[in-house]
């Protein structure tokens, strides 16, 4: 094949799925000039799985990569069709925003913004090459041989690279939704010795709208009062579709596991990995085999389609059965499946293979993001897509890395768990990986964040001094609260119609206000010097006056974590000069090359004993 130049960039970014396109804006963004390739531009932004952004965890996610500048949460603002805020029966540590996106709308806005971006070229086209040149990636090769040089490289080829698609009996090689795989690639990154590894996720059925009995399924509607995801939009209103809840029973049971011999997932086919917590049918009826049923969502794709999403029934069953056993459920009888169920399987590298700023460890300036690094969700790719684009950036501007550790965002948590642990199946982020999730809640991810993404020069001035006047009123608002004292004959009428007890002397309204059934706009007739105030900042001002005792009992273990963390190590140091750590241990420090003894700790294989051996050394080290 014949190669000829096409052009130099900066950046290059290989995929255009949710990865891609926060690295890529976030890299323009920043000032360079940056490439960003899709194997078909219809693939940007795809949904081709849940068409929604967002739920337990995720939802924080999509609040964080907002509040440092990136565009998922700007994006499906503008374009979804029910929101819904979960989990409001717990605490708000766990409050999670979920909303159903018109998929094919959230994909128009998003290559819509990409085409704007001054500094950013979109264009078709598969990347079969990286070329490296004395250990450093300086740019790709088409499959037309058009050859495009850059100072750094990175990786979101999603689930196309190497994709194998799985109906069955009936096997394929396919990216998603039918799009054309990435094979070439896929071979090539093996060619230079990076660490490959397969993994498998899934994708229900759609079917035609009009094909479902609703009357026989539960409603599920939005939530009155809408909550954006984007710290720029205030109040959003917009007329909400309905999805909703079905369940399997035992006649969908015993039609799966009669034909679990035909499934690709338990015939052998399947060689890659799926995840643990978005099984697919046939996995839940044998893995949990004492449950009478399992619950289903229909989801509408959009508003312009009369295709709707099933989902939680994933499969790799061939299509007879899964017009069978659709049919079983209450609702969907009469059902018309215009896309079957399918798994797909893919190429993914082992994340411990990356450092901390995301770049592989044995090729400089390629960088890797989103599902290419073994975790699962859009949500999770579109967070390190951001992440990879920033610190391109700054590897290239000859900054120190940016970093998030795991008391400032789950993004860090994210991040730190797949370089640090690794994992063996598509890894998801949930609020349980957050050892400090009561700090790390959605509602305050601008004010953890926001300063840290203007000062990399991501964070326009627009939305700086929108934070900077949200900080400014929720401060002075209170400590207005906290020296305004009311008297009682004032506050127990209210206190009372709320079912809480009434005061016997005069009281600031901070104390009031933490009182759990007493909210902010609860005490507006006994105030009468309230400023205007959004619904982000009352949310967060109030969630900090409630939660004030267990705030502060968390930041104190954030001190005794960041000690840990302040404990810099030498990333070039040889660890078999220390006496007392054990083999394994030795092994895996100088495999991984922490930067702090927290990081350290956080590596499999190494123990707590190993630490305080490290911290030993540490110790007389400095003395010395």
Request: charged share 30%; proline share 4%; hydrophobic share 35%.
């Amino acid at each position: 094949m014949n190669r000829f130049d096409m052009g130099t960039y900066d950046i290059i970014v290989v995929g255009a799925g949710h990865a891609g396109c926060e690295a890529g804006l976030a890299a323009a963004r920043m000032g360079k000039k940056t490439l960003m390739l899709s194997i078909n531009l219809e693939a940007v932004a795809m949904m081709a799985c849940n068409p929604s952004i967002g739920g337990t965890g995720k939802g924080h996610l999509v609040r964080e990569i907002d509040a440092l500048g990136g565009e998922m949460g700007l994006n499906i603002d503008k374009t979804f069709i029910q929101s819904r805020m979960l989990n409001t029966a717990k605490g708000p540590a766990v409050h999670s925003l979920r909303a159903q996106a018109d998929k094919n709308q959230y994909h128009i806005e998003m290559k819509k913004t990409l085409e704007k971006e001054p500094l950013l070229d979109l264009k078709q086209g598969e990347a079969v090459d990286i070329i490296i040149e004395d250990g450093k990636a300086c740019g790709v090769v088409l499959k037309t041989g058009a050859v495009y040089r850059s100072d750094a490289v990175i990786l979101a080829t999603g689930t196309f690279l190497g994709g194998k698609i799985f109906i069955g009996e009936s096997v394929f090689e396919s990216g998603p939704n039918g799009m054309a795989p990435s094979t070439e690639l896929a071979e090539k990154l093996r060619d230079y010795g990076l660490p490959m590894r397969r993994f498998k996720t899934g994708t229900p059925a759609r079917a035609l709208a009009d094909s479902f009995d609703y009357g026989k399924m539960i409603p599920q509607e939005g939530d009155e009062e809408i909550v954006p995801f984007s710290f720029m939009n205030d109040d959003l209103t917009k007329d909400q579709i309905k999805c909703w809840l079905t369940y399997t029973n035992e006649k969908t049971h015993e039609v799966i596991r009669k034909n679990f011999h035909r499934s690709a997932l338990f015939g052998g086919q399947i060689e890659g990995v799926g995840p643990r917590y978005c099984p697919s049918i046939e996995d839940k009826i044998h893995r949990f085999a004492d449950r009478e049923r399992h619950q289903l969502f229909i989801e509408p794709e959009g508003l312009h389609t009369d295709e709707m999403y099933i989902q939680g029934m994933s499969s790799s069953l061939p299509e007879d059965v899964q017009e069978e056993f659709y049919k079983t459920i209450e609702g969907l009888e009469n059902l018309k499946i215009v896309r079957p169920a399918y798994a797909i399987e893919y190429d993914c590298i082992d994340p411990l293979n990356l450092k901390i700023n995301l770049e592989n460890r044995s090729i400089e300036n390629l960088f890797c993001s989103g599902q290419f690094n073994g975790s699962s969700g859009y949500e999770e790719a579109a967070a390190q897509g951001l992440m990879a684009g920033i610190n391109a950036v700054l590897k290239l501007d000859g900054k120190e890395p940016f970093v998030l550790d795991r008391s400032e965002a789950y993004i860090g948590v994210l991040i730190d768990d797949l370089i640090t642990k690794g994992t063996n199946e598509p890894y998801r982020i949930m609020t349980s990986r957050a050892e400090y999730r009561l700090v790390l809640r959605q509602d305050n991810a601008d004010l953890r964040l926001t300063e840290k993404g203007h000062e990399i020069g991501l964070v326009k001035e627009d939305r700086y001094e929108r934070f900077l006047e949200k900080k400014e009123i929720v401060e002075k608002e209170t400590e207005r609260l906290r020296r305004k004292v009311v008297q009682p004959e004032a506050a127990n009428p209210i206190l009372e119609a709320h079912g809480s007890a009434p005061l016997k002397s005069a009281q600031s309204l901070i104390e009031i206000l933490r009182r759990p059934e007493i909210t902010y706009d609860d005490t507006e007739e006994i105030d009468d010097s309230r400023p205007e105030m959004s619904r982000h900042q009352k949310t967060m001002m109030e969630v900090q006056i409630k939660y004030e005792g267990y705030i502060e009992k968390q930041k104190q273990q954030i001190e005794k974590f960041k000690r840990l963390e302040n404990k810099k190590l030498d990333p070039d140091f040889d660890y078999e000069k220390i006496d007392g750590l054990r083999i394994e241990a030795r092994q895996k420090l100088n495999q991984f090359r922490p930067l702090s003894v927290g990081q350290a700790s956080r590596i499999s294989g190494v123990s707590p004993a190993d630490i305080n051996v490290l911290l030993i050394y540490l110790e007389k080290v400095r003395r010395s």
